[in-house]
């Protein structure tokens, strides 16, 4: 069973617009709405591979209530706290070149009753979980020890952790030993202060966060696939993918495919590849089911290209992190 954990979740609407123009009404040709939040993404993924899956959120009003339900419905177990402010409702607007606008709103000031009340219920909820996912940023109100402070609490409960955030709420966690962090290529330069051009220059920013706590670092790379560095080496795994439709999403897929299987080692990041490739396959956030997964274009190594240049370099600026880390 995995529990996860999203602190800001949102209800997230999306309209298919044949363009985007400024100051005009713009009528659109379709409208879905989807439950939102990498957390949320990750139970989403969860439940699509056909595991068992609870999501603690904080929820509020009647968009709080619409989500529960949609989650529901995707067979995932609801750990709602009740919260004053009204859970937040992102749009998204597609225009037929895929081009994608979207407002984010900034969610909820939690309280401290409510912020000690999230804590609480992960708490309860982690006792019997193989893997607590904590993902996404912190809504307003929560410090950024927060995260800290919840993998605090979560291991003296006996449960593994999965981390998935960035900035100072990542580092601030880090010193409390997460047995997992899954950084994307932009938030480990962040994390480590300084550019990443290379996959060796990964490697070694994923070591440094091994140094600074966490047990294991599952880096995805975005089109140049996944690194695994743990006390036993560091792995690495890619797969082709002929037409990239939408990568929204693909680093919550997997994250929930390392933990479905096992949340350690060699094959456990090949499954995190497998459905990584598998998401940006399908259209805007759609999880995959085992239908759409294909292992076998899964290329594992521990002969890691460290002089491969990245498709897709980060070059950061100097960030509050960077002071930290250097
Ligand atoms: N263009 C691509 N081609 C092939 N695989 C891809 C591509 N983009 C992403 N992937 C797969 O999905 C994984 C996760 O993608 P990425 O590193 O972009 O995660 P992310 O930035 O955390 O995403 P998000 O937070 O939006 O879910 C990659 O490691 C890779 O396996
Ligand atoms: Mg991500």
Request: proline letters at 8%; a negative charge; one cysteine or more.
């Amino acid at each position: 069973m995995i529990v996860t954990v999203t602190p800001n979740p949102s209800l997230d609407r999306t309209y298919e617009i044949p363009a985007l123009e400024r100051g005009a009404v713009v009528r659109a040709a379709g409208d879905r709405v989807d439950p939102g939040g990498k957390g949320v993404n990750v139970s989403r993924a969860v439940a699509a591979a056909g595991h068992r899956t609870v999501a603690v959120l904080p929820l509020g009003g009647p968009v709080g209530a619409l989500l529960a339900e949609l989650l529901a419905a995707h067979g995932i177990e609801v750990e709602g706290v009740p919260v004053a402010g009204p859970t937040r409702a992102n749009m998204s607007l597609v225009e037929p070149d895929g081009t994608l606008t979207k407002v984010n709103a900034p969610g909820p000031e939690l309280t401290p009753a409510e912020s000690e009340a999230l804590l609480e219920a992960v708490r309860a909820r982690s006792v019997g979980a193989d893997w607590i996912a904590c993902c996404g940023s912190l809504p307003r109100g929560l410090p950024p020890e927060w995260y800290a402070e919840l993998v605090a609490r979560t291991h003296r409960a006996g449960a593994r952790i999965a981390l998935d955030t960035s900035g100072p709420s990542l580092l601030a966690a880090l010193r409390e030993g997460p047995d997992v962090v899954k950084p994307n290529a932009e938030e480990l330069a962040e994390a480590v202060g300084r550019p990443l051009a290379t996959v060796g220059d990964a490697v070694k920013a994923a070591e440094e966060l091994r140094t600074m706590g966490a047990g294991a670092v599952l880096a995805s790379l975005g089109a140049d696939g996944q690194l695994l560095v743990d006390a036993t080496g560091t792995y690495y795994a890619s797969a082709e993918v002929a037409t990239v439709r939408s990568n929204v999403g693909a680093g919550d897929a997997s994250l929930a495919g390392f933990l479905t299987a096992g949340g350690t080692g060699e094959a456990a990041l090949a499954s995190a590849v497998a459905h990584g490739a598998a998401t940006v396959q399908l259209p805007g956030s759609v999880m995959p089911t085992p239908a759409d997964l294909d292992p076998a274009a899964v290329i594992t190594t521990l002969d890691v290209p460290n002089d491969r240049p990245l498709k897709e370099p980060v070059w950061t600026g100097a960030s509050p992190a960077s002071k930290g880390a250097a």
